[in-house]
């Protein structure tokens, strides 16, 4: 099982990145999919999260109407558009499977089978 996140890097203050995570080695299609984050000195939080047909998306209040996530079945890819940044965006970027409830959306980082190895991303001028 592989989960490779790329597109990270450093961006300025309103700016924007699209993050990418390649998936491989499990049934993508059938799995959710999600973002999580994490600045040095604090806890992963939850930032975005899809079903496994897309039907169903959630997003931290903290993101919502500036990230968007989204997937390709066909291509084994889920996606973070990430718009409008701010300097408190700045973190590790990890995209993470859940293969148990591919419907749901879960803020909870236990109810993930599989994890990436993350993307920086740093918002600063």
């Known amino acids: 099982v592989q989960l490779v996140e790329s597109g990270g890097g450093l961006v300025q203050p309103g700016g924007s990145l699209r993050l990418s995570c390649a998936a491989s080695?499990?049934?993508?299609?059938?799995?959710?999919m999600s973002w999580f984050r994490q600045a040095p000195g604090k806890e992963r939080e939850y930032v975005a999260g899809i079903s496994w047909s897309g039907a169903r998306t959630s997003y931290a209040d903290s993101v919502k109407g500036r990230f968007t996530i989204s997937r390709d079945n066909a291509k084994n890819t889920v996606y973070l558009q990430m718009n409008s940044l701010k300097p408190e965006d700045t973190a590790a970027y990890y995209c993470?499977?859940?293969?148990?409830?591919?419907?749901?959306?879960?803020?909870?980082?236990?109810?993930?089978?599989?994890w990436g190895q993350g993307t920086q991303v740093t918002v600063s001028s």
């Open positions: 993470a499977a859940n293969t148990r409830t591919p419907w749901a959306t879960s803020y909870h980082g236990s109810e993930y089978d599989y």
């Open positions: 080695g499990f049934a993508f299609s059938s799995s959710a």
